[in-house]
Nanobody
Framework: QVQLVESGGGLVQPGGSLRLSCVASGGTFETYAMGWYRQFPDKERELVASISSSAYAYYTDSVKGRFTISRDNDKNTVYLEMNNVNPGDTAIYYC?????????????WGRGTQVTVSP
């Protein structure tokens, strides 16, 4: 069974930066598409960014130019570098993975990490 564990969330000021990490275990990480989703209060989870096994990246429009997704297959880890954050980025961020290439990986999920953007 694949397990995903996120870390790196916290409180950050507007305009600041944060890096989220997600470590995977129990699967063949290098063959997985991985993604980051976020969920606002009383809203459905939405895709923020995803990365294929060949490192092709997809971003939702609201984070293009500010967030960067990357992966390190040697460490079974996917990252989300968040720059120039704003209060609208406040949400619970979830890591997800799927054992095939898709821009919406969603077979396996982490428990989430809270990101709060506030002065």
């Amino acid at each position: 069974q694949v397990q995903l564990v996120e870390s790196g969330g916290g409180l950050v000021q507007p305009g600041g930066s944060l890096r989220l990490s997600c470590v995977a275990s129990g699967g063949t990480f290098e063959t997985y598409a991985m993604g980051w989703y976020r969920q606002f209060p009383d809203k459905e989870r939405e895709l923020v960014a995803s990365i294929s096994s060949s490192a092709y990246a997809y971003y939702t429009d609201s984070v293009k130019g500010r967030f960067t997704i990357s992966r390190d297959n040697d460490k079974n880890t996917v990252y989300l570098e968040m720059n120039n954050v704003n209060p609208g980025d406040t949400a619970i961020y979830y890591c997800a993975g799927t054992p095939k290439n898709t821009y919406q990986p969603r077979d396996y999920w982490g428990r989430g990490t809270q990101v709060t953007v506030s002065p």
